[in-house]
Every structure is written in structure tokens, then in C-alpha cells.
């Protein structure tokens, strides 16, 4: 089962459905337990970096979250869930995420030429960074998915599988070992997007 | 870089396609459900539904539709008609829509904007806008584009987005159904005049239509079509097929 982390902040019927499509046994979920028995955890996310890290923190499901990561079980971030994965957010002030991966959340304002509209919204080609990360099994270089964002994840290329190039090259995706997150919706990127969340899927 | 997106419209009334839809291997098809999906197969980046029913039976069949789309068609989906609310947000929000566009309601209440970008975020508001020529000034319409608010257009549209709208839909009454072309000039003035992504709407007939709008005014997003899809007059993707060989980039 891949539990959907149900913390109060966005919509999550888009998501469960596009599990469900796949065939993967997906139950939204605010218990810790059911994290706890899944094999595989989604943290999705919208909307703003302060409110969704405090209802997360008031939900107490950000240690579950972080427990269940560190026991090795696969975590999949998604758009905002997946900036939470980083250490700091500086997205109207300064916020501390779950600190899985060491990184920060910093504007595209100021990074991106100034004549590129913000956020950023619409399909853009993944570029592999890494060889054979298992999220993109299977998938090809260039492969189109949706994003919506206006802040990004700025860490060690190491932890960065794939960016896209919107003016300068942005994080599409990241890893560091059982830990992943994705800057664009899977969820709103076709096939290609169910694909993604299927090679995750599998991973648990 | 960023595609330039291709986004069908389907007009719903008591939960069937409006004028029906007539191409190749789909004949008379009047379920919403199964357009979507066979869009979405042919290469469609987004999908508006714009519900023009007025009967509350009908709205329920709306969301039915919607959420049976949602269900099968992992595509953003954008929903526009009857908006006056937050609770209308919250309603198709629900269902699987990603972003609501707002028209006449937000012309009676521009705080529509505020409250529901405050909410949801400024990604998920679409300001539509119906504007034509009076006396050579943009003016914005509502009720359908039946009447003429008196208030311009482009200054309309800016205070939206400094509300909080995150997109615009600009649709020219003045080229909207005669098929020779997008309305570049009233384009080009709202483009001028907002840093938020802009969808054209209004003229299209043809696949060089698309290749004009986007050649001569590239900082326009999309190009948003109805009756030029469901009649088969112009296919998703010969369209981004000829896009991209006309140097566009397009998600194919």
C-alpha cells in the first residue's frame, strides 16, 4: 500500500486517482499508522512553504514522515511536498523543512531571466542529470512534464536527478537514496507522469 | 524551455458537449468524458470545461462529469462557468479541477480574486476576459460577451492579476468565430501589460493561425480552440506536428 499523506493542505483527489489508474493500492491518509505499515509514502503539497510545514508540524505527521525515511522505505515529495523534503525554505520569510536532504528553497525571481514570467506553469523537458534513477526507469531524456512553481530546490548536484531549462537550469527532480522528490505534478503529466509515479510505486 | 500549450474548450450543458462534436471516428460525440480522454490521446496540454448550464440538476451532472474526467485524464483541467464563490472553488476544486476561471463574477465582485487567490493560491485563479472594440477602445463584456460593462479591458485584466490572478484567458468577441486569425493586437496590449501567463481565445481556423499568434507574439502561452477541434477542422497533433517543424517548442 502507498499511503497519501493527508495534512490538510491541498487536493489530493487528482493524486489518489492517478494511483488508482496504475493499479497501486493508495489509501489518503492522516494516520500515522497506516504510514507506518505502507510500503511506499507520498507527500504531496500546495500552496505556501510557512503554511503547509506548520500544518504538517501541528499534524505531527512530519515525524512519521521522517521516521518512515529513515527506516529506508521509499518517500516520494511532489511540488511542494518535495521542497519540504529540504532543509530551509526562504519562501516569505525563513522556514525549516524535514531536513532529508540537504538543500534550500530559493526564489526563481532573481534566478531566471527577469523577462521569464513567474511562476513557472506548463509542460517542460526533463534532462537527466544522473544515470538510472529508478524514478525515471521509464522514461526518455526530454520527456514533457507540467509544473507549477515559483521557488526551487538550489542543493548539491548530487542530490539533483533531472532539471529543466527555463532560462537557466531549474530542479526537476531530486534523490538521495530512498528519498525523492519531484518539482512538476506526475499526477497532471499524462503519461509520461503516470509512468513516473508507476516506477515509484515499485520501488516499495 | 517552456512549450507553448494547445488547449481545447468544450462547452458542457446539461452534461453533454454543446454543437456535439463531428471528426474522423467520432462521430455525433456528446459525452464530455470520452472527448476529454480522446484530446488527451491526441496531444491536448490542458483542458478547459466551461459549464453553461443553469439548472441545478445540470450543475450536479457537471461535477459528475468532472469528476469522472479527473478519474481518467491526468492532464490539468480548468473549469469555468458559474464562479460567483469561493464555495464554487471549493466545489470543483474537489472534483479534480486544477484551476477555476472566473468572468462575470468576478466583474460583480473583483474581491473573488483576493479571497480565492489567498486560498488556493494565485496559480489556481484564471481571470477570462471577453473584450471587443467600442469606439476603438478594448472593452470588457460580461454575461457571455451580451453586455458591455463599459469598464477597459486592459486595465481590467491588470488589476485581476494584481489581485491575484495567476492566468488570463483573453477572448476577442471581435475575431471570436470568424476564423481568420487570433486578435494579435488586442493580444499584444494585455501581454504588454502582465507578467502572468496569457491564453488567446477567439479566431481560429486553421493550423497557421497558431503558428502566427505564437511567432509574432511569443511571450503568449496559448492558444485556446472549441469548434476548430470538435469538428475535425484542425487535429491536435498534426497541429503540434506543424508547430513544432515551424521551430515552436510543443510537448508532442
Redesign the interface.
Known sequence: MVAIVDYGVG?L??LK??L??IGAKAAVTSDEADLDAADAVILPG???FRDAAAKLRGSGLDKAVVKNARSGKPLLGICLGMQMLFEKSYEYGIYDGLGLIPGEIVPLAGYVPAEL?????????LRFTQEDCPLFKYNKNGD?V???HSYYAKCDGAYIVADT???APVTAAVAKDNVFGCQFHP????EV??SILKAFCEMG | MITKRIIPCLDVKDGRVVKGVNFGGLNDVSSPVELAEYYNKSGADELVFYDITASAEGRKLFIDILTETASKVFIPLTVGGGINTVADFDRVLKCGADKVSVNSGAIRNPNLIDEAAKRYGDQCVVISADVKRVDGVFRVFAKGGRENTGMEAVGWIKSCVERGAGEVVLNSIDTDGVKRGFDLEMLAAVCDAVNVPVIASGGAGKKDDFITLFRTLPKVDAGLAASIFHFGEVDIKDLKTALRNAGIEVRL
Open positions: 487536493n483527489f487528482s486517482c492517478s488508482d489508474y500546495v500552496g505556501a514570467k513567474i511562476p513557472q506553469i506548463g509542460w517542460n523537458a514533457h507540467y509544473f507549477v531549462e527555463y532560462g499526477e497532471k503529466s499524462g507522469g503516470l
